[in-house]
């Protein structure tokens, strides 16, 4: 699915969000990465937060499963690794990093603990996390939330070759644990100071952690 979507990835992104998105990934990396971090970029797709987080002076791994998606970031920022690889099982002995992010990837995972588990494994102790995802808002903007979520974005989606998956999107917000949730996996996950902040109304959570 995510190699479908390639080619429309970074364009629905801008439109989907009005260009918040670029805000959201800048202020991800700036909240966990320091000058001089070994980074991991996890469920990295076209590369767009490996970038944001190599701006705030991170040495940048991203990975991805998805070749396509890959391809794409490699030509955004060619002095970083890239790696074709899996969450649930990450090609890296563990302390490699001393930084880890993830946007927008930790929802589409079979395994959610499993993945966030991976993570702990291959940050130092002290090492940083950040998730930053999709969530669903509750008060006021949930209604045009799910106007927009549940019928614009899908129909955008199939304007756009490839884009018929973008159907999937409001599904799979559905399904996945709201900010309260999520925190209590991460800290189960073995993350301490877990904390979140949301952006647009409660659209979006970006989760910090450190492993503990
Ligand atoms: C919605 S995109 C997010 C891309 C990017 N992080 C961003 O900020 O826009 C989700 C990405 O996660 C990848 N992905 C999903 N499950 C994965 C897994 N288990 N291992 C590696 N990559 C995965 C998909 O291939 C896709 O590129």
């Known amino acids: 699915m995510f190699d479908r979507i390639a080619p429309v990835y970074d364009v629905m992104n801008r439109v989907m969000t009005a260009g918040l ?10 909240s966990v990465v320091r000058p001089g971090d070994r980074v991991l970029d996890a469920c990295c797709g076209t590369g767009d937060l490996a970038v944001a987080a190599s701006k705030v002076g991170g040495r940048v791994t991203g990975l991805d499963f998805a070749p396509r998606m890959l391809e794409r970031a ?4 060619p002095s970083a690794t890239w ?10 002995a563990p302390d490699s990093f001393e930084a880890a992010t993830v946007g927008f ?5 079979a395994d959610l603990e499993g993945g966030l588990a991976e993570l702990r494994r ?5 090492g940083r ?9 509750r008060g006021f903007l949930a209604p045009f939330y799910r106007v927009w979520f549940d019928r614009i974005v899908p129909r955008l989606g199939r304007l756009l070759k490839g884009g018929a998956a973008y159907t999937y999107l409001p599904a799979s917000v ?3 644990p709201g900010p309260d949730q999520l925190t209590g996996l991460l800290r189960s996950a ?6 979140y902040r949301t952006f647009a109304g409660g659209i979006v959570a970006l989760h910090t952690g450190r492993a503990a």
């Not at 996390?129 to 808002?137: G, R």
């Open 122 to 126: 291959v940050l130092v102790p002290n």
């Open 74 to 77: 490699r030509r955004k920022l």
């Open 83 to 92: 790696v074709e690889g899996d969450l649930l099982a990450l090609p890296f």
């Open 129 to 137: 996390l950040a998730v930053l995802e999709i969530t669903q808002p």
């Open 105 to 109: 990837g930790v929802r589409n995972v």
């Open 21 to 30: 998105d670029v805000r959201w990934r800048r202020i991800t990396a700036q």
């Open 190 to 195: 073995g993350f301490a100071d877990v904390s």
């Open 174 to 176: 559905r399904r996945f």
